[in-house]
């Protein structure tokens, strides 16, 4: 990453990065160490890839993706914590794309269980699949991993560097190393002797990582406390550097135009008044769309409208309607999954009530606020990517076979990224960036996507129907039966990625339905996937996203039905089920003071979703203001088992819940003549400052082992909403977005 080279004079290039010269230190096994990607020139050395001590600089690489959650401030702490620095005594970098930054936390989400009920074994078993990511090149950001795949790798290596530097000055003053101990990037002697960690950096290089204990958490100084932001002097001074920023040496722009019926193809192409427009450099035939390089980017979206192009139709449904009928259609299929089959689902108790509700999502974009774009430099037999991007391993391999080189024969630069919800786990915008490069040899060009081009293009939240069938009696809920039919986003991305589909039960489908804690004694889920060939995409909380609202309308329709308040039936049903689910709705009803009783204009709802480890619950209060519904007041509580960083946690419960509720609102993507009819933010809105609720939330550290953060406020926040209209209003809300049924304040 370019800012390297402000923190040193002497420095050398490893992978994307120029890195300070020095030693590095880390976990030094894991399984099988994977290569270390830092390649240390004469006089330096490199232990491993996570600490890098020099005469001038500490430097932690923190290698996830930093789009706003404030991972690498997290992640750089659990590697402070043990090497006893603090944060304003390093720099925190990325780093390059490699295997050594593998996820060790995601393969082990194969499993087909429903992660709250895992046993001590089957977690053992997931901390073990989750290495063979290093076997897959898998660096990713994404499944809220970061803090479970980085809490005892980044303290190992903390701690491995703290006790090699201090074997290095025990040699020096010639005393053992467990009469030293350190303090701020010192080792200081028993008669207060202090050497700096930069002074020994060269000596300890000559010394076999020695393996250390962990600090107890009794012990810790910046673990579980609120951290200052090491990306927050950056961005609120305007330096930091985004994928858009990027500048480099005769650097030339471009745009794209792609085919607006996805996955179409392009027949006919005729560029001759852009090629003659002052500024264009080159036209561009990407073979499904165009791209125009040129001065400027203005200049390249400007030359984009004066070509003239027919393209290919959709290889999918050309009208929204048709799509969604091919979604119901896939109920008459076999299912691909019945991942949770608890009792007999299809047996009718005598007497019970019997319940039927059919729900509807539509597509959806992620709608960053930095659109796709990419830089690259092509040179032949090398080429330079910079980019925010969440998987820069597959980035690398993906963007090395667009232009025919090996893969080693890349360097990708991860930038900060303006907003990712998984949209970045894609290569598309990367692929395109290094066919331009190609084509202008020699010369740096960023491509950048016009806020249009990037709105009809994404890979976007499939569309989902729900029919969910139940039954209560006696006051309790006795069957719960759920389909659920959309597209898969696993098999698109596998698509996308390998080129095959992969098989089995797909988990992802029909996650925040089957894996509820809820102890209803019969209780099915079943995941129906429709075969469409519109790309569909990780977007954030996944397949939660819909499935945490059809769940948690449906159980509210339940409650209501059994003549419950609906948080003491939820409650009900998690007490003997799993206490963490039911320790966040006894919270979250604390807190909003909830009594299930509410005046004229005012309505409640409440939800709770499992998901990524961690339950929540969140009730949301509207209120009739002049005949539109306000979205007043909001309470959030969440149990992730362990909080690292309170107030950046808080945020991301924050934030989670605002992504829900816009979604929830106002977001929809939709289909007219097989292409996308939502062109910018006038035609995809989100909560505003004013009509973002008044937000309180709790951490509970009750469950015994670590959840996410990032994506599992977003679960809950739609159902809530929903249901408080309902409350409000005695309308079931059934669909969204709720824009179309209900007068919501704008």
Sequence with gaps: ???????????????????????????????????????????????????????????????????????????????????????????????PAAKAYYNSALMGEVLPDKGYDRSNFQHKLGDVLGHVGKVFDM??????????????????????????LKEAAARQLGVKRNQLKTERAQVIAPNGTKLSYRDLAVAAADIEPIEAALKPRSEWRLLGKDQPRVDMVGKVTGTSEFGIDVRLPGMKFASVRMNPRLGGGMKHLDASD???????????????????????????VQALDAIEVEWGDAPYPPESVAMFDAIRAAFEAEPNSTLRDDGD????????????????????SHATMEPMNATALYTGDRLQIWAGNQAPTFF??????????????????????GGGYGRRLEFDYGVIASKVAKAMQGTPVQVTWSREEDMAHGMFRPGAVARFKGAVQDGKAVTLDSRIAAQSVTQSMMMRLIGSPGAGPDKVHVEGAFNQPYAIPNYRTRGYLAQMDLPVGSWRSVGNSFNGFFTESFIDEMAIAAGRDPLEFRLELTEPEWAPAANVLKQVREMSGWTGKTPEGVGRGVAMSYSFGTPVAEVIEVVDEDGSIRIARAWIAADMGLVLDRRNTEAQMFGGMAFGLSAACFGEITFADGMVEQMNFPDYDSVRMHTMPKTEVALLETQEHMGGAGEPGTPPAAAALANAIFDLTGQRPRRLPLMHDFDLLI
């Excluded at 090629?275 to 390249?300: C, F, H, R, Y």
């Excluded at 019997?354 to 729900?359: I, K, P, S, T, V």
């Design 396 to 417: 690398q391999s993906k963007c090395a076979e667009a232009v025919g080189l090996e893969t080693e024969a890349v360097e990708v630069n991860v930038t900060y990224l």
């Design 139 to 164: 660096q990713l950001t994404g499944g809220s991993s970061s803090m479970k795949d980085g809490y005892t790798r980044m303290r190992e290596a903390g701690a491995s560097a703290r006790e090699t």
């Design 274 to 300: 852009a090629q003659s427009m002052p500024g264009v450099e080159k036209i561009v035939d990407l073979g499904d769309g165009v791209a125009v390089v040129a001065n400027n980017t203005w200049l390249a």
């Design 345 to 364: 689902a299809d047996a009718v108790p005598a007497g019970a009530t019997l319940l039927e509700a059919e729900y509807e999502v539509p597509y959806l």
């Design 1 to 95: 990453m370019s800012r390297v080279g402000k923190i040193a004079r002497r420095s050398f290039l490893i992978g994307s990065a120029a890195l300070v010269g020095g030693v590095a230190f880390g976990a030094w096994y894991v399984g099988r160490p994977a290569p270390n990607p830092l390649k240390p020139g004469q006089g330096e050395a490199a232990f491993n890839p996570f600490v890098m001590i020099s005469k001038d600089q500490i430097t932690l690489i923190a290698p996830r993706a930093e789009m706003g959650q404030g991972v690498s401030t997290t992640w750089a702490s659990l590697i402070a914590e043990e090497l006893d620095v603090d944060l304003d005594q390093v720099t925190v970098l990325h780093g």
